[in-house]
């Protein structure tokens, strides 16, 4: 009997400490004024699969919807989600319409010389084709000569500029490059012809793989890896310091990898989460 109360008493205390452990690590999370003041994070999201989507019903889903939603129940306030076109969000963030882009963008040199980087992930791009296209674009290099559709401004477009100028050194003929407004007109070229190939984000490009009922596949080795990760405005320290630690709590306490484990994401996982605000920071 007293085994047993001694039991109990050791698992008691072990679950006190578990919530003591929550209670304070969400306590030195530092909100920001404007979440401190208003009991909201309201953040802005971009429709993106399979990161932040919306399902047959309506409802909003997506890994990134997924962390945000345990941010904001860990902060001990309300979400907000903006639907906000990507083209849009550092336009939005440098004229203070919007503090927080709530997204995988991938963080460029380009980039940083406007607005700063929170990153969660690191991932690279891929060129992905149709079935009976898999072997010819083994290789990433394969493109060249042919024509590729990329989705307008993401990290699609920057590495196909980066690809071309391979092509390029190695004495192959550049790829047409098909700018495309939304990731599914990307997909839709190639799965009508319009395209040889696409590239994507590995993880988006392992989605539409899935969904696609078998009319996509991923042909190539992900290449040029780089961070990925939220946005905030030049200089916005309190916003970046509130994502990094809320993001590095979520880590923590296991949601982050639960989270990526169940979308087949867990390979992009970080250990922890990383400010950029300088392109020094993507050559080390």
Same mark, same amino acid.
């Given at each position: 009997?007293? @085994?047993?109360?001694?039991?109990?008493?050791?698992?008691?205390?072990?679950?006190?400490?578990?919530?003591?452990?929550?209670?304070?690590?969400?306590?030195?999370?530092?909100?920001?004024?404007?979440?401190?003041?208003?009991?909201?994070?309201?953040i802005?999201s971009?429709?993106?699969?399979?990161?932040a &989507?919306?399902?047959?019903?309506?409802?909003?889903?997506?890994?990134?919807?997924?962390?945000?939603?345990?941010?904001?129940?860990?902060?001990?306030?309300?979400?907000?989600?903006?639907?906000?076109?990507?083209?849009?969000l550092?336009?939005?963030?440098?004229?203070?319409?919007?503090?927080?882009?709530?997204?995988?963008?991938?963080?460029?040199?380009?980039?940083?010389?406007?607005?700063?980087?929170?990153?969660?992930?690191?991932?690279?791009?891929?060129?992905?084709?149709?079935?009976?296209?898999?072997?010819?674009?083994? @290789?990433?290099?394969?493109?060249?000569?042919?024509?590729?559709?990329?989705?307008?401004?993401?990290?699609?477009?920057?590495?196909?500029?980066?690809?071309?100028?391979?092509?390029?050194a190695?004495?192959?003929?550049?790829?047409?490059?098909?700018?495309?407004?939304?990731?599914?007109?990307?997909?839709q070229?190639?799965?009508?012809?319009?395209?040889?190939?696409?590239l994507?984000?590995?993880?988006?490009?392992?989605? &539409?793989?899935?969904?696609?009922?078998?009319?996509?596949?991923?042909?190539?080795?992900?290449?040029?890896i780089?961070?990925?990760?939220?946005?905030?405005?030049?200089?916005?320290?309190?916003s970046?310091?509130?994502?990094?630690?809320?993001?590095?709590?979520?880590?923590?306490?296991?949601?982050?990898?639960?989270?990526?484990?169940?979308?087949?994401?867990?390979?992009?996982?970080?250990?922890?989460?990383?400010i950029?605000?300088?392109?020094?920071?993507?050559?080390?």
């Amino acid at each position: 009997m007293l @085994k047993i109360n001694s039991e109990i008493k050791s698992t008691m205390l072990g679950a006190a400490m578990v919530f003591i452990a929550a209670g304070v690590s969400a306590q030195t999370i530092p909100k920001a004024s404007y979440v401190q003041s208003s009991g909201k994070l309201t953040i802005a999201s971009t429709i993106y699969a399979p990161f932040a &989507y919306l399902d047959p019903n309506g409802k909003r889903v997506g890994p990134s919807i997924e962390l945000a939603e345990a941010a904001a129940k860990l902060m001990g306030v309300e979400l907000i989600v903006q639907e906000t076109p990507f083209t849009a969000l550092i336009p939005s963030l440098k004229g203070g319409r919007i503090k927080v882009a709530w997204l995988n963008a991938t963080a460029t040199a380009e980039r940083l010389q406007q607005v700063d980087f929170v990153a969660w992930l690191q991932e690279g791009t891929v060129v992905a084709t149709t079935p009976e296209n898999k072997e010819t674009f083994s @290789k990433r290099t394969a493109v060249c000569g042919r024509v590729v559709a990329v989705q307008s401004g993401t990290s699609a477009d920057f590495s196909a500029d980066a690809l071309n100028t391979e092509c390029k050194a190695a004495g192959l003929k550049e790829f047409k490059k098909d700018i495309y407004p939304s990731q599914q007109d990307t997909v839709q070229a190639v799965i009508s012809k319009r395209a040889d190939a696409y590239l994507d984000d590995s993880t988006a490009a392992g989605y &539409y793989s899935k969904v696609s009922n078998g009319r996509l596949v991923v042909a190539s080795e992900s290449f040029n890896i780089r961070p990925v990760g939220h946005i905030v405005a030049k200089g916005d320290t309190e916003s970046a310091n509130m994502l990094s630690a809320v993001i590095q709590a979520l880590i923590d306490n296991g949601t982050y990898g639960k989270v990526l484990n169940k979308w087949g994401m867990g390979f992009a996982a970080v250990d922890k989460p990383v400010i950029y605000t300088d392109v020094s920071q993507l050559k080390k």
